[in-house]
């Protein structure tokens, strides 16, 4: 008598515990076929910016009468540089051209924002490039004109 | 009292084979939930072309000479293979590139080229999990005669039997 009570505690025990069991599978099955369709199937990788970095690159050597955009952020001179460039930046996709040295911000030209706000309007990336320890340029572009 | 204590265990053993058989029937539907889920990495793949095509026409921000040649062959100078040699395509193009270049003041069309499977050209713009997937990258270059000019390059990548 006293054997045949434990095995129907067990056997309860057990009941309970299947029941348990069967709803934690449940929910983890119901919630990963959930994940899985809430996702994005797309891979997020980080950018490379083999466009801007070229677009750059061709901005520094292009000649604003006579002399390149380097030879102005060498010498120093922004504020021709800033008159003369502007043009150039006004056809290219949306972008932004910023001159610093020391620290200090000597060009900013065009929409100045933040590269997630860029991306967030389609897509764009950075690119710097120091032309010594002091002067550091740094230039931002969407991928097409819109 | 022994026999009382073994139907126990029997009674306990078919409760641990139920539990058994929901848990592998768990982690299975798990495991076929995910791997029937795809994952479409063709505007990546297509991304990763423009660059390559970016990296081959342009160095240090100049376009390379050759390419305004009449005779100029994208894949074979860059060195590109559009073909699918797996199971379903046997060999098959399932790419295709435009990098089309204007003159940087007036936008009028200097030079373009086309290569690969170029009838995915046409689905640019469309969207839809079928629809083959483009990338669009705009660039400014100078060429060696320091002219500015505009370098529009599309890729696009068709595989849509995948999806």
Do not use: H
């Not at chain 1, 390149?68 to 120093?76: Q, S």
């Not at chain 1, 003369?84 to 900013?108: A, D, F, H």
């Not at chain 1, 309007?121 to 819109?146: C, H, P, Q, W």
């Amino acid at each position: 008598m006293y054997n045949k009570k434990a095995a129907i505690g067990a056997t309860m025990t057990w009941i309970v515990a299947t029941i348990i069991i069967l709803f934690v599978i449940i929910l983890f099955v119901y919630a990963s076929g959930a994940f899985i369709s809430s996702s994005d199937k797309s891979f997020k990788t980080s950018p490379f910016n083999v466009a801007t970095e070229q677009s750059l690159l061709a901005l520094l050597e292009t000649k604003l009468d006579g002399k390149t955009v380097r030879d102005y952020i060498i010498e120093g001179d922004y504020k021709t540089l800033r008159k003369k460039i502007t043009p150039i930046l006004e056809r290219l996709p949306e972008n932004s051209l910023k001159i610093s040295e020391n620290g200090s911000s000597k060009v900013n030209v065009g929409a100045f924002i933040a590269l997630s706000a860029f991306e967030d309007r389609g897509g764009g990336y950075a690119s710097t490039i120091y032309l010594d320890k002091n002067k550091k340029i740094e230039f931002m572009m969407r991928y097409v004109k819109k | 009292m022994i026999k009382n204590k073994k139907a126990g265990e029997r009674l306990l053993s078919i409760y641990l084979f139920i539990i058994y058989i929901i848990v592998i029937i768990g982690l299975v539907s798990g495991i076929i939930n995910f791997k029937d889920s795809s994952l479409d990495v063709r505007n990546k793949e297509a991304g990763v072309l423009t660059d390559k095509v970016i990296d081959c026409l342009v160095e240090q921000g100049r376009l390379r000479e050759d390419f305004f040649e009449a005779d100029f062959d994208l894949i074979a100078e860059c060195d590109f293979n559009f073909k699918d040699n797996t199971e379903k395509y046997l060999g098959e193009e399932r790419y295709a590139v435009r990098v089309d270049s204007f003159y940087f003041e007036n936008k009028k069309a200097l030079k373009n080229v086309e290569a690969g499977k170029t009838d995915l050209l046409t689905y640019c713009g469309l969207e839809g999990e079928k629809i083959p997937k483009c990338n669009i990258k705009e660039l400014y270059v100078l060429d060696v005669l320091d002219d500015k000019i505009l370098l529009k390059v599309i890729s696009v990548v068709g595989k849509v039997e995948n999806v």
